[in-house]
């Protein structure tokens, strides 16, 4: 069955590893793994990690456009297999592997105003407004209870109206509760989690609460699944079972249009048994049937949930 996956880290790695390409690589995601897989459409995060690149004394815009630049130079050289020029989404066909762009955190911005508009030309679909640090727009989850409770800052409102402006897709994973409640309550447009399991079953503040599943429903939008171990369960080593149990999870809570994909691939130092890679994802829809689900289902969570969120 064909799936959309809306978040991996496969072009960070590519940037610092200039040896790998898009179309056959060692890492989670390559166009060969996604044609093995089944895939519909790849999401493709430009994701930095602030403190990391502030301790190299780097520019984080500079760090960001040269990501940019990254994903731009790999989609030129392997259009022929993997279609990057899709902003009619009404044509969208199954027969195709399509690749799109969401920026993962918005710390690179720094009140500038102006740096949202980058975010628009290069072609972002969906945008996180933290990552794992406190930015100009918000507070990231935390297990800190004082810090979850933090909204957005005045510039993260006015995040919220430009994107929904640009209809660029607001993405709240790594969000405070509190951010994740004050995007939900001021977006006109449907609000996703791109990468984020159910944290009833993982407690985990990476995960999402009962509460925001179901704002998310109601918005219109989309949790995606996490392959992360540590966001699936809380035993040593993750399963597709795991990755099932909070499909079904969500879906109860939520609603069956609410759940979707958001692997983290490349992202991910460990990988769940069964899931070592992108290519791998067919081992969900041969779980889900086991457990007797009607491929009506399956197909929502595989892709039409997510579809119906990027269609817009």
Known sequence: ???????CDTIGKLYLDSTQ??????????????????????TFALFLDEKKIFAQGLNLFTEWKNRLQT???E??????????????????????????LSVEGCGFVQNDPSKLEE????GCKMASLTWNYENCMGYPHSMRKEWMEKGLKPFGFEAVDFFNDKKIIIDISHLSDGGAEDVLKS?????VASHSNARALCDHSRNISDKLIRKIAESGGVVGINFVPEFLTKNMQATVENVVEHIEYIANCGGEEVVAFGT??????????????VSKMQQVYIALKKRGHKDRRIEKVFYQNALRVLRG
């Open 1 to 7: 069955m064909k799936f959309i996956d809306l978040h």
């Open 21 to 42: 390409h898009l179309y056959r690589n060692s890492f989670h995601v390559d166009i060969e793994k996604l044609k093995k897989g089944g895939c519909f459409l790849q």
């Open 71 to 73: 994903y731009q130079e």
């Open 75 to 100: 989609a030129a050289l392997w259009q022929e297999h993997i279609v990057l020029d899709c902003k009619d989404e009404s044509q969208w066909s199954l027969d195709k592997i399509y690749g799109v």
């Open 119 to 122: 975010i628009e030309k290069s």
């Open 187 to 191: 977006s006109r447009y449907p609000v």
């Open 264 to 277: 983290d691939f490349d992202g991910i130092a460990n990988t769940p048994v069964g899931l070592e890679n």
